[in-house]
């Protein structure tokens, strides 16, 4: 937490609103929309309220495909699976880790022919990086789908000069403990169409009709962000920044240390803007470094390091295995060999150096293993 946040949950408390409704809610939603460049804005629950609420908004139902990124969170799919549509998965591009273009065009010219287009693209934007935007919304644009945002990993990042989450119909970001800033849980939903956010707030509290008793014409869900974790965004939207520059300085770190052994692949920065660094993530060839991803993983387990390995494909996942998937070796591959480290904005320069030595000490002792075998 930065300074701010307890003087505003305080004020909730003193002002008696602790309610899925309030000031701080209001002012949460202004202050989001200052930060990414949005004109509206709903706050909720988590960002996978905001995503269910989103798909819905752009009329995705029973029967509809839905197109995702296959490298990514479950929850960039589940709400797919809640309004009865399909997933089908594109792979990743090497740049970026994300959505690849060149895929996504054949995946649609492909669906075109058969005359069942997508309902909706969903773009993810990993690991703090944006993917290539415009060659994607060129596309969508062309086939007249709808290109939705999952920028859940990916606040306080640029595409060319802009915020991702802003370019699509709907853009959508996560709060959970574990983004870049925290509510402890929460989620916001952008757009540049007043009437989607007034639709999503009116979904996410119960879809009550503007009546002196409770009336409803439509299911509704209970989604609305708690005004005490409203106060904690907006005290958080002030360290974004703070919490930036840590990120990538915990990732120029390790780079320094260990961007040139053998072996060892940084995640590529994309030349189209700014990665948050959210995670810093590398790639381990086996042969080069002399030990592969899962030895690395649990040496730094022994070490009471935690380090997980990059997101599972979702077209591999037991639950998505029957979708259908554009390409797949590329997130295989990353999958194979990804490694996503230590990043909290917290860790100090000593936490740092004992996670890089830890993994220099696993090369150090494999390159002993494999001198060994090459004299047996
Ligand atoms: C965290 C995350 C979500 C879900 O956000 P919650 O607030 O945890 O529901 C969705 N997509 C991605 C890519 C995420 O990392």
Redesign the pocket.
Known sequence: MGDHEQKFVTEAFETNWIAPIGPHVDAFEREFCQTVGANHAAAVT??????HLALKLVGVGVGDEVFCSSL??S??ANPIAYLGAKPVFIDSDKISWNMDPNLLVAALEQKAKLGKLPKAVIL?H?YGQSADIDPILKACNHYGVTMIE?A??ALGATYKGRSPGTFGKIG?F???G??IITTS???MLVSEDPEMTAKARFWATQSRDPAPHYQHSEIGYNYRLSNVLAGIGRGQLMVLKDRVAARRRNCEIYEQALGDVPGIEFMPEAAWGLSTRWLTCLTIDPTAFGADREQVRLALADAQIEARPVWKPLHLQPIFQDSECFGGEVSEDLFDRGLCLPSGSNLTDEELDRVIQAILKVRSSAGVKVAASVIS
């Open positions: 988590s960002g996978t309220a905001a995503l990514t969170f929850a960039s993810v990993l999952d859940a990993e959508i996560s709060f959970n574990n983004k849980g929460g989620g």
